[in-house]
């Protein structure tokens, strides 16, 4: 018996295993704060790979020092850090699945406390802060204010995103992913709401997309043709006069045209007080709007945790790969789980563990 959650996906030269992937997760733990990869990801994205996940997508990770979300956030602005990726996906290929990982600049959004510290809000300079920015000096409500890039500035983050996409190549990443969503650098140049600008890169939606579309046409000339590229949109800002679904519709277009090969849907982010209706699934229909309007393959992702909501999701079209994350960080054996669930022989986990076999209960 096959189901299609457990049917391979090919992108570009890559061929996954299954459908079910693992979302970037941001843990906040170089405690060294210089963004190398440490024991803790090996084991967090390699415990995915061992449970059965298709492709394991590394968090969000920054492209310049000044990305980062946190000062505890992984980079691959330098070559140590790439070389400290190596073994991470090694381990991961050992156990069958792909590599991928999230490049992304978090802009406005940066030099913040991590989630569980007992200081929130920006971590002052001389704390270990930075100054951020943005494509206009408008602050995320309780964040600092941060400087608009000006052209140089916008010239120096395409070409981060592109050099930090060679390193994923030469560390033995299978794909990249680009961060467009949750209110980080891009979809601050996407929004109307966080991107006041009056040049090329602000106004019109041509524009507000113009820095994303470079540097995805950047990414696909530094990683070559073989490699996919993923885009992860926020579909919408979930407040009038923002981002819209429409837009994101259009702009994945554009995206394809450039050499995205699959367009990761979320929502949310920018707008600190946007009344979002969480639930099941709650997000999969922009998925489908995206995959039927703009005619690219997406992926659905937000509270996916049952077996057959997933295999119903992939299996009926509304999303070709299901993202998810919390069920991951409750069982990293949610693939063998989701296998069992839906009557599949999940014996393609480790021969160590065969002794004690995944099933449905």
């Not at 070409?159 to 969503?181: C, I, N, P, Q």
């Amino acid at each position: 018996m096959t189901h299609a959650l457990f049917s391979p996906m090919t992108l570009r030269s890559l061929t996954v295993r299954n459908r079910l992937w693992v979302s970037p997760m941001c843990q906040y733990s170089v405690e060294r704060r210089d963004g190398v990869p440490t024991p803790w990801h090996l084991v967090h994205l390699g415990s995915f790979a061992r449970g059965g996940a298709g492709a394991v997508i590394a968090e969000a990770t920054a492209v310049l020092p000044e990305g980062r979300i946190s000062p505890q956030d992984l980079g691959l602005w330098n070559d140590e850090q790439a070389d400290a990726f190596r073994p991470i996906i090694e381990f991961i290929h050992s156990q069958g699945a792909a590599a991928g990982v999230q490049l992304a600049h978090a802009g406005r959004k940066g030099s913040t406390f991590r989630t569980w510290s007992p200081d929130q809000g920006s971590v002052p300079v001389d704390a270990g802060g930075w100054e951020t920015v943005a494509p206009s000096a408008v602050a995320f409500p309780g964040y600092a204010t941060p400087q608009a890039l000006d052209d140089a500035g916008i010239a120096g983050v395409i070409r981060a995103f592109a050099d930090a996409a060679r390193r994923a190549v030469t560390a033995g990443f299978d794909l990249v992913e680009v961060h467009a969503a949750h209110g980080y650098l891009l979809h601050q140049f996407l929004s109307p709401l966080s991107n006041h600008r009056e040049d090329a890169y602000g106004g019109s939606l041509e524009n507000r997309a113009r820095l994303l579309l470079e540097v995805i046409s950047a990414i696909r000339d530094a990683v070559g043709p073989g490699l996919p590229v993923l885009v992860r949109f926020s579909a919408t800002d979930w407040v009038p006069d923002g981002w819209t679904i429409d837009e994101t519709v259009q702009v994945s277009r554009w995206a394809a045209d450039r050499g995205a090969d699959l367009v990761d849907v979320s929502s949310g982010g920018n707008v600190a007080s946007a009344p979002i209706p969480v639930g099941p699934g709650y997000q999969v229909p922009f998925a489908t709007q995206v995959r039927e309007q703009a005619g690219v393959p997406t992926a659905a992702v937000g509270m996916i945790s049952d077996p057959f909501q997933a295999e119903q999701i992939v299996a009926t079209g509304l999303a070709d790969v299901v993202l998810a994350g919390r069920a991951f960080l409750r069982d990293p054996n949610f693939p063998l789980r989701a296998a069992a669930a839906l009557g599949l022989d999940a014996d393609f986990g480790p021969q160590q563990y065969h002794r004690a076999p995944i099933t449905a209960r």
